[in-house]
């Protein structure tokens, strides 16, 4: 009996607390039920967003029911941060306990698995409310029951684009925890991305980590040899706090750098100690915002903390964070989404971010509000009206770790700074001294630069007006440019070349010469040197004519005049021989003193009339191709010069030997470089190389100066044109630009190029004359060739003919060079003669 009542107050205390948790509907409205709803939670209940969403949502079924119709019963279930045991989980809700609805998934890891299980449920599919705040566009097509009952982190990362934008900071690094974005790296990426492309910034660098990783200060080391300033760390607060104390050892935060934690890391604030925050001293944070200063979160708060220490006595702060907040709302969300009802299934806007900066012991809060701006207060405190700026610098106080260093409108005084004046670097050896040109004058003792660089550049920095001097730098300009992150020169003045590579170096302005690289090969005639030249002024069938005719004229001829003349007869050969001497001389003369017939006279005058006029339009049209200017360039492609095997050239020390190596395909022994204009002429006219590349203001320049031996062809390949570089730190380059601007429309560089560069003098006549204006024995080599063989054919006839008449003539003589020896003596005695 006594074990029985012992068992019944056992009961009864360990039922009660489960009872009080229920709603506590009266007597009527217990009538009203018709059904019992059940609900699914799934959380990761050891952690702190999943201790805070439980602990709310049992207070939250406590101060409302659902539906005034349904009592509500809910099942919770652990999914232990891991998808897999999430599946399960929501496997089990369906298939045990016919949930109507699933709450939960703080990550997209989570609620993705759940929306797969769901998607595969054979009976009624339930509503899912997601807790997590990083959910693909895609998702609600996909899974049309998905509700987001949290505000998405794009206005997250607006404020963070805010905040950047107001310092003029332009370029930014992106540190995230890959075992916590998985599946949903691309949407932190997307979202910065977006929010930058609003703003001007630039990502300009990603750095994965995982989180157990154990090489934070390699990572950290190559960043910081990389000149990166900025980071926005969006990780767990376990590795980023790991990450910001290497930093600190490091001495890569502070003055110079900037370290912005997303809400991953002060969302958790409340739920630390003070000697942990004073570990993350000089960060800042953007944070989720919920208004705390209302009477309803008062009452909300102590009745969360007296419940969590209950629940959770292990945990050491028990203050609600926005993790209780969204777990609270979510259960009045039930009620407007109803099961089946998939409508409206927007994210929950999220107008206000709060913006922190940790201090020694606690944290300064500002807010930025979209569309609005910063501000001290929000609408709705009872701290009374709000007044919004775009500015960071007027609201709170002073306290940023960064403003002095980067804020726009409070830039340090380069002539009061440690190092007073820049150090500006020229390239010594530049190929083309109208660029760059640096000279050693004696009689002054010192080195003279100038060009039309130097000239931009001076223009330039007088509208910055900032102190700078020059320095001469003897190397390649890929080496000249790793001197800024070296910190031996503050700048680059010189014909370099904006290149993707430099970049990791260097910050460039907007280029201030056209851009692309252009192939440059010598001049030749289009015919005047061809060997066939002669035949050009008549088409094939046009000499076909001719010759038809011709011979025609001559049969007739000889037909009417054979019978008055021996000398036209003789054996068939020989009439055929003469039929074709009449039908060919007939072209040239008259011959009226040969001609016996009036009828063949008629014939020939006609005739000779029409060869006349034929041979005059030869010559004319000959001529006409002989003198006029037909040039072409000697090669016209790159594909050409890679099948003829040809080597080419390019300006040494530049960018171009890689471009043609490895973007163009030409083999390393086919790539010779130079160091002046004079020896690229050379090569090309030797044909010790068949082209050469250069950028487009040097290639002007080098036409300007042999402006009849060489041309431009095939494609303009596209490369950055030339440009200023600066420090990758230099908050003054969208001055540079702007000042370029005004050097370029007031007309101050079209006046510079004019000067530098188009007025060189064409050097061709002097040093490289066009052999194509003066004809060659090559364009009627084949006339030549056919007279001479002619003259030749006709001497060994004669000679062969010769020896055997004489040999008819002495039989006695048998041996064949005996032979020949006696009819040489008997020539030379009859020359003798």
């Known amino acids: 009996m006594d074990n029985f009542a012992s068992y019944l107050i056992f009961l009864v205390a360990f039922s009660l607390p489960l009872f009080l948790l229920q709603p506590s509907p009266t007597i009527g409205s217990l009538s009203a039920v018709t059904e019992i709803a059940r609900i699914g939670v799934i959380l990761d209940q050891a952690s702190r967003p999943g201790k805070e969403a439980k602990v709310a949502i049992e207070i939250a079924t406590q101060d409302f029911n659902i539906n005034a119709h349904q009592l509500s019963v809910f099942h919770f279930q652990n999914s232990r941060n891991k998808p897999v045991h999430t599946a399960i989980a929501a496997k089990e809700l369906l298939d045990k306990h016919s949930v109507k609805a699933i709450l939960g998934g703080h990550t997209w890891e989570e609620a993705s698995a759940i929306a797969e299980v769901i998607s595969k449920a054979d009976h009624d599919i339930p509503l899912f409310l997601s807790l997590a705040d990083t959910t693909p566009l895609q998702a609600s097509d996909q899974w049309p029951f998905l509700v987001q009952a949290v505000p998405t982190q794009s206005t997250q990362m607006n404020a963070v684009a805010a905040i950047l934008q107001s310092w003029g900071i332009r370029q930014v690094t992106l540190i995230y925890e890959t075992s916590l974005l998985a599946s949903s790296s691309s949407s932190i990426i997307s979202d910065l991305s977006q929010a930058f492309r609003q703003t001007g910034c630039e990502l300009t660098h990603i750095l994965p980590l995982t989180s157990g ?82 009477l309803e979160f008062q009452d909300f708060r102590k009745r969360f903390r007296q419940k969590f220490l209950a629940d959770y006595p292990e945990e050491e702060h028990q203050e609600p964070g926005i993790f209780a907040v969204q777990g609270y709302n979510a259960m009045k969300l039930l009620e407007k989404y109803s099961p089946g009802n998939f409508d409206n299934r927007r994210p929950l806007p999220e107008s206000t971010v709060e913006i922190v900066n940790v201090m020694a012991k606690g944290y300064h809060s500002v807010y930025w509000t979209e569309g609005s701006g910063f501000s001290e207060t929000v609408d709705g405190d009872i701290n009374g009206a709000t007044a919004y700026t775009h500015s960071m610098d007027n609201v709170g106080q002073a306290l940023w770790p960064v403003q002095p260093w980067y804020a726009r409108r409070q830039h340090r005084n380069l002539a009061e700074s440690s190092w007073n004046r820049m150090r500006v670097g020229v390239p010594a050896q530049s190929l083309f001294k109208q660029f760059v040109n640096v000279e050693f004058d004696s009689e002054k003792n010192q080195t003279v630069i100038g060009g039309f660089v130097i000239a931009v550049f001076d223009e330039m920095m007088k509208q910055m007006n900032l102190p700078y001097d020059y320095v001469p730098f003897y190397g390649s300009y890929d080496e000249l440019i790793r001197q800024i992150p070296a910190e031996k020169f503050d700048a680059i003045a010189g014909d370099v070349t904006i290149v993707s590579r430099r970049h990791e170096y260097a910050d460039f302005t907007q280029p201030y010469t056209e851009s692309g690289l252009e192939m440059i090969v010598p001049i030749r005639s289009r015919l005047s040197n061809q060997p066939w030249l002669f035949m050009k002024p008549f088409t094939a069938k046009m000499w076909w004519l001719i010759a038809g005719i011709t011979l025609y004229n001559g049969f007739i001829i000889w037909l009417i005049e054979r019978t008055h003349c021996d000398y036209l007869q003789g054996s068939i050969i020989t009439q055929i021989g003469i039929i074709i001497w009449l039908g060919f001389t007939t072209l040239f003369t008259l011959r009226g003193d040969v001609l016996h017939s009036n009828l063949s006279r008629m014939a020939v005058v006609v005739w000779l009339f029409v060869a006349l006029i034929i041979t005059q339009s030869y010559t004319a049209s000959l001529a006409s191709m002989l003198t006029a200017q037909r040039l072409e360039p000697a090669i016209t492609s790159v594909e050409a010069l890679r099948n003829m095997n040809a080597t080419v050239g390019y300006c040494n020390g530049s960018f171009i030997n890689y471009y043609l190596k490895e973007v163009l395909d030409f083999e390393d022994v086919k790539v010779k470089s130079y160091n002046s204009t004079h020896r690229y002429a050379e090569a090309l006219n030797s044909g010790e190389i068949a082209a050469i590349f250069l950028e487009v203001p040097a290639a002007k320049v080098f036409l300007a100066q042999y402006c009849k031996s060489f041309i431009r062809t095939g494609e303009t390949f596209k490369v950055g044109g030339f440009g200023f570089a600066f420090p990758r730190k230099f908050s003054w380059l969208s001055d540079a630009n702007k000042a370029l601007m005004n050097v370029s429309e007031s007309g101050m560089l079209k006046e510079l190029e004019d000067a530098f560069l188009i007025s060189e003098k064409c050097v061709d006549d002097e040093s490289f004359p066009n052999e194509d204006e003066s004809l060659s024995p090559r364009s009627f080599a084949i006339l030549f060739e056919l007279t001479a063989g002619a003259s030749t054919l006709v001497l060994v006839m004669y000679i062969i003919i010769s020896i055997r008449q004489f040999h008819e003539s002495h039989p006695e003589i048998t041996n064949f060079f005996q032979l020949i020896s006696a009819f040489i003596a008997d020539q030379w005695h009859q020359m003798r003669q």
């Not at 910081?224 to 900025?230: D, G, L």
Request: include cysteine.
């Open 213 to 294: 990783s154990c090489v934070l200060d390699e990572e950290l080391e190559i960043l910081k040899r990389q000149q990166r300033k900025v980071f926005v760390m969006h990780t767990s607060l376990e590795l980023g706090v790991r990450l910001f104390q290497a930093a600190k050892k490091m001495e890569m935060t502070g003055d110079g750098y900037l370290w912005i934690a997303t809400n991953r890391i002060t969302d958790l604030f409340h739920s630390f100690n003070s000697t942990m925050t004073s570990s993350l001293k000089g960060m800042v944070g953007v944070k989720s915002y919920f208004p705390e200063n209302t």
